[in-house]
């Protein structure tokens, strides 16, 4: 799959002009659409104090988000990590479930199914 093609897509359903949303504030949302519509490992971190932190994907050994659809090898350059953490180390969450409990709301999930149909109707 062309996944900046997927970008494209996710940003045109979401009717968003920009991907900085999906990495600043809502890259949760991003990353279990992705997971969902593509596949992957599902990825976080979270500060000290886990207040703050970053979901993203990794697929094939690089690493993805809303800025970077065609990933990067090193986690750590994914633009949100410079400026939100001294974190160090992330979660490859072993289920769906681990990552749903940290990140996701009920009404989330509801978005997140509407926005894979609907993505999966485009490609």
């Known amino acids: 799959m062309d996944l900046r093609r997927f970008r494209d897509v996710f ?3 979401t009717e968003s002009k920009s ?7 809502q890259c949760y949302i991003y990353a ?3 997971y969902e ?4 490992r599902l990825v976080s971190y979270l500060t000290h104090n886990n207040t703050q932190g970053h979901a993203f994907i990794e697929n ?3 690493f993805f988000d ?4 065609e990933g990067i090898e090193n986690w750590k350059k994914l633009k949100p990590y410079l400026k939100r953490s001294s974190s160090k180390k992330i979660t490859i969450h072993e289920s769906k479930d681990s990552f749903v ?3 996701l709301k009920e009404e ?9 149909e609907k993505i999966r109707r485009e490609l």
């Open 32 to 34: 279990m659409v992705f």
């Open 37 to 40: 519509v593509v596949g992957g």
């Open 108 to 116: 989330d999930l509801n978005l997140v199914n509407q926005i894979s």
């Open 66 to 69: 809303s800025e970077y659809p």
């Open 101 to 103: 409990n940290i990140w």
């Open 60 to 62: 094939n050994g690089k």
């Open 19 to 25: 991907p900085w949303i999906w990495a600043n504030g």
């Open 11 to 13: 940003l045109k359903v």
